[in-house]
């Protein structure tokens, strides 16, 4: 089937919504909305409140635009908030790999294959670190480059801090089970390094997710955290919850924030958003009825 449909204009797009049953406003404001924010973008905060078994995509509920843009606020607003608690849990992560295994293993401890325990991926990780090395206008790096000649890339406490989270989560969780990555996982209140490794491998998912303005609010993940048990620190008793959903991110990421930043405002400001957007459904974002009682989420 081959794909005809015409691009439409601003005033060809407010028809459309209208005929499918949006409520507007204000329409000279919507048309600025739309000329900033595009119609497919915005799609996808319509498309639970439509019939989209109906090629037409009616509106099965009474429903405004400017409740619509609401909504994508509140999703916006979402993801900074999220993206900032990862933002300060991958530095957490770059620090304490890089210091439990430099101390123990040296410089150039990442390069040595004998540390990890699959050597295609190990071969794999290590050239994507060479690549995005090489890719970095980094001050540090350019110095490295420009001062030494040996060994031909920077140590450990320098290359690490150049590259993704989603290659220091490989990276980590290729490295064999030994005392330093205990150590690690046990910074972080975790009982084993195999938790740790799938809070990593969703976090770097999710901060990609975030980086490129993609939605959170209503997000179905494929990957996702492992729901420990049996942690250092109180986690939520209330484990039966869906860990493709938001919530169970949202839980992982609270409970290492309040390890590594004890005074940090992200539970206070969670709960405020919370409160923002009336066409928000918790419980479709994988929150229980009963989250704001468990303790991680207390003040």
């Known amino acids: 089937m081959k794909y005809s449909k ?39 905060y319509t498309y639970p409140f439509q ?19 609401g909504l994508y606020i509140f999703d916006r607003r979402l993801r900074l908030l999220v993206f900032n608690a990862i933002e300060k849990i991958e530095i957490a992560l770059r620090t304490k790999i890089i210091y439990e295994f430099s101390l123990n ?15 295609y991926y190990f071969n794999t990780n290590i050239n994507a670190l060479y690549e995005e090395v090489d890719r970095s206008t980094e001050t540090f790096i350019e110095h490295y480059k420009n001062t030494y000649s040996v060994p031909v890339y920077p140590p450990a406490w ?18 064999k089970k030994g005392v330093e990555k205990k150590k690690v996982a046990k910074e972080f209140g975790l009982p084993n390094p195999v938790i740790l490794e799938s809070w990593m491998h969703a ?30 620190n109180p986690f939520i008793q209330n484990t039966n919850i869906y860990d493709n959903k938001l919530y169970a991110q949202l839980c992982c990421i609270n409970y290492i924030t309040r390890i590594i930043s004890p005074n940090s405002s992200f539970v206070s ?24 009682a468990e303790l991680i989420w207390q003040l």
């Not at 293993?105 to 050597?119: D, K, V």
């Open 6 to 44: 015409p691009p439409l204009s601003i005033t060809d797009q407010i028809f459309k919504l209208k005929q499918r049953g949006l409520k507007f406003n204000d329409e000279q404001k919507a048309a600025h909305y739309l000329s900033n924010i595009s119609y497919y973008r915005l799609r996808a």
């Open 203 to 232: 976090f770097a998912g999710l901060r990609n997710i975030c980086a490129h303005h993609s939605r959170l609010w209503n997000r179905r993940f494929t990957i996702v955290p492992q729901i420990p048990y049996n942690t250092a």
């Open 269 to 292: 400001n969670l709960k405020a958003l919370m409160e923002t957007c009336d066409l928000v459904d918790s419980k479709e974002m994988g929150f229980p009825g009963d989250w704001k």
């Open 158 to 175: 320098m290359s690490l801090e150049v590259i993704s989270l989603g290659l220091l989560s490989k990276l980590f969780s290729n490295l």
């Open 105 to 119: 293993h040296g410089s150039q401890w990442h390069e040595n294959a004998n540390m990890y325990r699959n050597n």
């Open 51 to 69: 019939d989209n078994s109906n090629p037409n995509h009616p509106f099965i509920k009474e429903i405004s635009f400017e409740e619509i843009i």
